[in-house]
Nanobody, 124 residues
Framework: QVQLVESGGGSVQAGGSLRLSCADS????????MGWFRQAPGKEREFVAA????????YYADSVKGRFTISRDNAKKTVYLQMNGLKPEDTAVYSC?????????????????WGQGTQVAVSS
């Protein structure tokens, strides 16, 4: 069973940084690909970043490429999203998700388990 809990959200000014964490309390974390998605008010959920099972392959949405970095620590059963150069348009609820395969995808329908989300607010 996978249970995901996000943390690290908050309010920052444009140009600032935040580091999101997503911890899994289950026993099979290392066998799952992981992804981060976000949903802004009035908008559909969108893909942000994803990482394969061993952390060697990463994927990013064009809108965050070069600013955000996804990583994972399988020993700690945690995936991270380091967000630098934040912009007001990054404001959203960020959720992590687990996909029951070694490699991730960019569609939310491909993911099997979801965290509850953490709010990120970026002011100009």
């Amino acid at each position: 069973q996978v249970q995901l809990v996000e943390s690290g959200g908050g309010s920052v000014q444009a140009g600032g940084s935040l580091r999101l964490s997503c911890a899994d309390s289950g026993r099979t974390f290392s066998t799952y690909a992981m992804g981060w998605f976000r949903q802004a008010p009035g908008k559909e959920r969108e893909f942000v970043a994803a990482i394969n099972w061993n952390g060697r392959t990463t994927y990013y949405a064009d809108s965050v490429k070069g600013r955000f970095t996804i990583s994972r620590d399988n020993a700690k059963k945690t995936v991270y999203l380091q967000m630098n150069g934040l912009k007001p348009e990054d404001t959203a609820v960020y959720s992590c998700a687990a996909k029951g395969t070694l490699y991730p995808g960019s569609y939310s329908r491909d993911y099997d388990y979801w965290g509850q989300g953490t709010q990120v607010a970026v002011s100009s």
